[in-house]
């Protein structure tokens, strides 16, 4: 979501630039990361361009695996009920980007992703922000379809806090290490040029960085070996 045309690769000396690429940037040499929602698979793709060392696995209920990046293993599966193949402690890494806000209820992957996650192991959530209720809406019958408000899309079940997820990680024994407004700093500043120009995907989405659409967690799953 909120990407156009912008490889990963020109990140890798930069990653700040970008909340989502500086969390994968920091994913072990070769590791395994477990992307939960991964639908058209843009992100996937940007992950793959930022780190192609990383082992990608994905899950969706529905996906297009077919646009997925080369290897990358998908499994097909409702997010809300389904058990997941990996075993246990099986991935160093988990994303979940605009996900939570199309569940009914959240235990369950939350539980997912603490027992599929290594000690040590992180996970990213993102989700609208709780601003996006009072942006003005775009509008279904836009020459350019956007969700701006949170409610321009109709597949939104409710709004989900930082504060709601991190009650859901704790429970299952994963530690708060950050959070705050997920953005693409490059997107962000060409809102000052599109802001004059007519509307475009383009446009709609530098405005989202520019205000600060995504809010995002980042979790830690305790390593019991070095507290003891």
């Known amino acids: 979501m909120f990407a156009y045309n912008m490889n990963w690769a020109c990140l890798r000396y930069s990653p700040w630039l970008d909340t989502r690429a500086a969390f994968v940037f920091r994913v072990p040499p070769g590791g395994r990361l477990l992307d939960l929602g991964s639908s058209d698979g843009e992100t996937l793709r940007h992950m793959a361009e930022l780190r192609p060392d990383l082992k990608l696995c994905c899950?969706?209920?529905?996906?297009?695996?077919?646009?997925?990046?080369?290897?990358?293993?998908?499994?097909r599966a409702d997010l809300v009920s389904d058990s997941l193949p990996w075993s246990d402690a099986?991935?160093?890494?988990?994303?979940?980007?605009?996900?939570?806000e199309h569940l009914s209820r959240l235990d369950h992957i939350a539980g997912e992703a603490g027992r599929l996650l290594k000690p040590g192991g992180r996970a990213y959530f993102?989700?609208?922000?709780?601003?996006?209720?009072?942006l003005p809406p775009v509008g279904r019958n836009s020459p350019v379809p956007f969700t701006m408000n949170f409610y321009d899309d109709p597949t939104h079940?409710?709004?989900?806090?930082?504060?709601?997820?991190?009650?859901?990680?704790?429970?299952?024994?994963?530690?708060?290490?950050?959070?705050g407004v997920s953005r693409n700093w490059l997107f962000a500043l060409s809102h000052l040029a599109y802001a004059w120009l007519p509307?475009?995907?383009?446009?709609?989405?530098?405005?989202?960085?520019w205000l600060g659409w995504s809010a995002y967690l980042i979790a830690e799953k305790r390593?019991?070996?070095?507290?003891g």
């Not at 993102?126 to 009072?134: A, I, N, Q, R, W």
């Not at 989900?160 to 959070?179: K, N, P, Y």
């Open 199 to 209: 509307a475009s995907r383009k446009k709609f989405t530098a405005r989202a960085h």
């Open 157 to 179: 079940i409710r709004p989900v806090t930082v504060g709601e997820l991190q009650l859901h990680i704790a429970r299952i024994g994963l530690e708060t290490i950050s959070s």
């Open 59 to 75: 899950v969706d209920i529905e996906g297009s695996p077919e646009r997925y990046p080369p290897g990358c293993e998908f499994v």
């Open 126 to 134: 993102e989700t609208p922000h709780l601003k996006t209720l009072d």
């Open 90 to 100: 099986s991935m160093d890494a988990i994303t979940c980007m605009h996900l939570v």
């Open 223 to 227: 390593d019991s070996r070095k507290d």
